[in-house]
């Protein structure tokens, strides 16, 4: 999975990432057991963070009953199962979440679009700081498929990611795109028995510069204690209105 040069930066250092978690969350549509190229893109990025240390969980969400809304337990809104709330605690245990999707259509997939959505539910929750919940997790996402739009794809994942409080580091995404229309997706096995996309140089470096930016920062907040609170605390902010006389000029 890994060549030799990945190989190398996992082992020349001396960095620390041992105490570090992340969760990578699939969106392909496929059910689970069958096997996804987006997850298998994501392998690349889980083994990188594994040979370093990082604990990694994985959660294919078509695999669960994850209720349409944008509440912490649907169930307390009329669904009659609702399986986020098991996902939200391994996202919560989390200090880098990474979102994995192909494209439909130009698009995300559905299944990411309603993830987002379910984070989306618990920007009314605070940390200890009284920040936003997910102030101190790092964010990014790998994307794959058949047709232009892996930038476009990013860049709704990561802007959605970084409205509800996570930390986007530079270069926090990656993908592959075989040629466009019908065509191997990746790691498809091929007539010369190579994997399809597995020797693309553009895609292995930009995973690797995505996984390493991610632990990096992940290393940094944690050691930070997390992002200041001062001017970004939603408690203090509120506090601070509580005192805020009406002024009769501004009318």
């Not at 199962?81 to 245990?93: F, L």
């Not at 996309?197 to 553009?202: E, K, Q, S």
């Not at 001017?231 to 506090?239: A, Q, R, T």
Request: glycine share 10%; aromatic share 8%; net charge negative.
């Amino acid at each position: 999975m890994l060549d030799q040069t990945q190989e190398t930066l996992c082992r020349d250092h001396d960095f620390d990432f041992s105490d570090l978690t992340a969760l990578f969350i699939n969106c392909t549509l496929k059910r689970a057991g069958e096997d996804s190229h987006t997850d298998t893109l994501m392998d690349m990025s889980r083994e990188i963070m594994r040979k370093n240390g990082v604990t990694v969980d994985s959660v294919r969400a078509s695999a669960h009953h994850i209720a349409h809304g944008v509440y912490p337990d649907m169930t307390e809104h009329g669904a009659d199962k609702d399986d986020w709330p098991r996902i939200w605690k391994q996202i919560e245990a989390a200090d880098i979440v990474v979102l994995g999707t192909p494209i439909w259509l130009g698009e995300k997939s559905s299944l990411c679009q309603q993830v987002i959505e379910r984070l989306y539910a618990h920007s009314g929750q605070q940390n200890d700081k009284g920040q936003y919940v997910f102030y101190g997790k790092v964010g990014g996402c790998l994307v794959t498929g058949n047709e232009d739009g892996i930038k476009h794809v990013a860049m709704g994942v990561l802007y959605s990611l970084q409205h509800v409080g996570f930390t986007i580091p530079p270069q926090a995404d990656a993908g592959w795109i075989g040629e466009a229309g019908p065509g191997p997706s990746y790691g498809d096995e091929q007539d010369d028995g190579s994997r399809a996309g597995f020797a693309n140089d553009f895609t292995r470096r930009n995973t690797t510069f995505t996984t390493w930016n991610l632990m990096h920062f992940a290393r940094m907040l944690k050691d930070a204690g997390g992002i200041p609170a001062h001017g970004n605390s939603v408690e203090l902010w509120n506090e601070g209105r509580r005192f805020d006389a009406p002024n009769p000029e501004h009318r």
